[in-house]
């Protein structure tokens, strides 16, 4: 059987694509620019085709997957024509999720961190799960993807563009509900409505764990506790918390309260807890969440963290977490703003988290626009600068993006912490920098 992805080098795609590998089945897809992803599925036996044609009549396939990033690639309606069959991407998982016992975390942050330690956990508990996360882990060998040969299966669950309503989970996590995806979604209701409906697919006899110290989540578990649902909570309060700050290897209060609920998962499924502990205390993080590395840049060594936080909520969580972990260091950020429209709307809130930052410099670098995501009326008066100047502080500066280099080899001191925020091709700009100067980021 062959399976085409469009749109292979998503991070969500790739890790379905890595999944049919693992079924036998012959893989090929395409995608606009070469990555680390579609290197790692090459590497691994798929077919990748980049900015060119393919001749899909010569290697028909029986199944075409699309990411939901792809909705108007011609290459889509090639194969509509040719009467393939046609699933996006989260209507191909929530396929998976109807034959597997599904355990399918959401929320607005955190989720792919509990769906990695909730994967790992139940590995440690010889549970062989198969693991579908939107990041690559390092205990998964540096992927987002684990093959399991049980019937357990771990997924992340988004809620861009109601993504999560095609899944039928046994156990559903929602770790918080904040306002984001502001072009799906437009008002909090519609986002609180559409984790309802997330939450009411659980199958007969599925149980709901939500964090009790957000009032989104809890307020969610309190109305389908209502509808007859079994609710179950966890919490800050909880007396494990004070043990896992002292034995993650992951820093952040936030992450004590992810590694709460996997806890909590596993003690539904009756894991014991020492296999949680010890399984969890040697989580070592993933891919641009809080990821260190350590090398030298323009002849100072430094260390540098990639982490892919874009909402306010998330880059305040992460300053906090470094500033925890380097108390007396100097820390240096470089935030891009993603997608111009969530940018204005959430405007006063990003004013706020850098006004307040306990780090030493930031520098706001130009939004990453998003094709077909921005609202044109609002976005045209929207930029980094004027964010920058409503934070309102000389610890805060716009920076253009062309300038970046220039500006930190001036600022970098040897022994620096570089904090590297942002969801949009930041990482890859900022790889390149550090690469041609030696530092150890690739």
Avoid at 11 to 35: H, K, M, N, P
Avoid at 274 to 285: P, Q
Avoid at 379 to 402: F, H, M, P, R, W
């Amino acid at each position: 059987m062959r399976v085409f992805f469009i749109g292979i080098g998503g991070i969500g795609v790739s890790a379905l694509a890595r999944y049919y590998l693992s079924q036998g089945w012959e893989v090929f897809g395409s995608d606009l620019a070469r990555s680390e992803i579609t290197d790692d599925l090459k590497k691994i036996g798929a077919r990748i085709f980049l900015k060119k044609n393919i001749n899909l009549k010569k290697t028909a396939p029986d199944l075409a997957i699309y990411s939901l990033a792809a909705k108007n690639n011609p290459e889509l309606r090639r194969v509509q024509d040719m009467g393939v069959k046609i699933m996006s991407y989260p209507q191909a998982l929530g396929e998976l999720t109807k034959k597997y016992r599904t355990v399918a975390v959401a929320g607005a942050h955190g989720k792919s961190t509990v769906t990695a330690m909730i994967g790992m956990m139940l590995a440690a508990a010889k549970f062989d799960p198969t693991v579908v996360v939107g990041t690559k882990v390092k205990s998964f060998k540096n992927t987002n993807f684990r093959s399991g040969k049980s019937d357990l299966l771990v997924i992340e669950a988004c809620e861009y563009d109601r993504a999560f309503w095609n899944y039928f989970p046994d156990i559903a996590v929602v770790t918080n509900i904040e306002m984001d995806h502001i072009e799906c979604y437009e008002n909090e209701a519609n986002l609180c409505a559409a984790f309802g409906k997330f939450a009411g697919n659980l199958k007969p006899g599925g149980k709901l764990l939500v964090c009790a110290d957000d009032a989104g989540a809890k307020k969610l578990g309190e109305s389908m506790k209502k509808k007859g649902i079994e609710v179950l909570n966890y919490s800050r309060t909880m007396p494990e918390a004070k043990f896992f700050s002292e034995i993650l290897r992951v820093p952040g209060e936030h992450n004590v309260t992810n590694a709460l609920a996997a806890l909590a998962v596993g003690r539904m499924l009756e894991i014991d807890d020492e296999t949680i502990f010890k399984s969890l205390a040697k989580y070592r993080g993933s891919w641009r969440r809080f990821d260190r590395r350590r090398g030298e840049i323009f002849g100072k060594k430094i260390t540098v963290v990639f982490d892919y936080g874009h909402h306010p909520t998330q880059i305040k969580l992460t300053m906090a977490a470094a500033r925890q972990l380097w108390p007396k260091k100097r820390i240096i950020c470089v935030f891009q703003p993603h997608q111009a429209w969530r940018t204005s709307l959430l405007f006063d809130d990003f004013a706020k988290v850098f006004r307040e930052s306990p780090l030493d410099k930031t520098f706001i670098t130009d939004i990453y626009r998003v094709a077909g995501r921005e609202n044109e009326k609002i976005s045209k008066d929207i930029n980094s600068e004027k964010l920058a100047d409503a934070v309102g502080s000389k610890k805060t500066e716009y920076l253009a993006k062309k300038q970046i280099a220039v500006k930190l080899k001036k600022e970098i001191n040897k022994g620096d912490i570089l904090l590297v925020l942002g969801a949009g091709d930041i990482y890859d700009y900022m790889q390149k920098i550090l690469r041609n100067q030696s530092c150890d980021c690739a």
